[in-house]
């Protein structure tokens, strides 16, 4: 073989090697921005849950998952009450997927030193760092603090109260409460609102949800007055909603009381 020929099997081999490391680059590249955008994108997605709960987002996609919101009023019960220990799990609440304060920092199995009370190291099924940082969607199953974990653990939090630690599912939740006997309607309530105390499980119901009346969400009265119930919540773009007591209903937007649970 002459040299041209030579010469030419090796440029030939050059420009091959050099197209496909060219290739490969353009691959790596294109899969890191990918998952730079997934990463990010966790963060700020104003996607909605499977579960489907109308919240509000403005304000609350931009910020940093490290913020911490804290409510606008004091914890003003004593630990005796379920709703002091709700207080505590929503006051910290970090913002998670969705834009909702669903990350509880005690709770998700990276806080150095937890506060007295609370599960040494978290329970990593109530958050997932690594799952956080790549899904966009949850399939609604695990690794975020649910609305009923936060009613679940602030029961189980309030010395003498206990409630099923299975009830995730907020229709089971409501079928809990009535089962047992313990669940008022938001039509007995209204008739005599000294039914409802601080503490309650709120059992929360969309407007058009396929769910109807076994409810969406659920949260924690934090106060009751003639004009409005006020609920404190995980899993939600507030942290808190005051639901306006009007026409036989208990409504903020979209969303109506169904009833509530009682200890």
Not at 7 to 16: D, L
Not at 29 to 52: E, H, K, M, Q, W
Not at 114 to 122: A, L, S, T, Y
Not at 145 to 168: H, K, Q, R, Y
Request: charged share 15%.
């Amino acid at each position: 073989m002459d040299n041209k020929k030579i010469k030419g099997c090796v440029i030939k081999v050059m420009i091959f090697f050099t197209i496909l490391l060219l290739i490969i680059g353009a691959i790596i590249f294109s899969f890191t921005l990918v998952i730079n955008i997934i990463n990010s994108g966790a963060y700020v997605t104003d996607r909605a849950p499977g579960a489907g709960l109308d919240m509000p987002m403005e304000g609350y996609c931009d910020l940093d998952p490290n913020t911490i919101i804290p409510l606008e009023f004091p914890n003003i019960y004593p630990p005796t009450n379920i709703a002091h220990h709700a207080y505590i799990l929503v006051n910290d609440l970090l913002p998670g997927l969705w834009c909702y304060f669903n990350h509880q920092p005690y709770y998700d199995g990276d806080a150095p030193s937890d506060p007295p009370g609370f599960p040494d190291g978290g329970n990593p099924d109530y958050w997932d760092e690594s799952l956080f940082g790549l899904f966009l969607d949850n399939d609604g199953t695990y690794n975020i603090f649910w609305c009923t974990i936060m009613v679940i653990e602030a029961w189980n939090n309030t010395p003498g109260v206990s409630l099923p630690t299975d009830l995730i599912y907020t229709p089971t939740m409501h079928a809990y409460f009535v089962n047992t006997g313990r669940f008022t309607t938001i039509q007995q309530a209204l008739q005599n609102l000294s039914l409802v105390h601080p503490g309650d499980a709120a059992i929360i119901a969309r407007d058009g949800s396929s769910r109807g009346l076994n409810g969406d969400h659920a949260s924690i009265v934090w106060s009751v007055t003639p004009d409005a119930i006020t609920t404190i919540d995980s899993n939600a773009g507030l942290k808190g909603f005051t639901y306006a007591i009007s026409g036989g209903e208990a409504r903020w937007g979209s969303l109506t009381i169904v009833g509530f649970g009682r200890r």
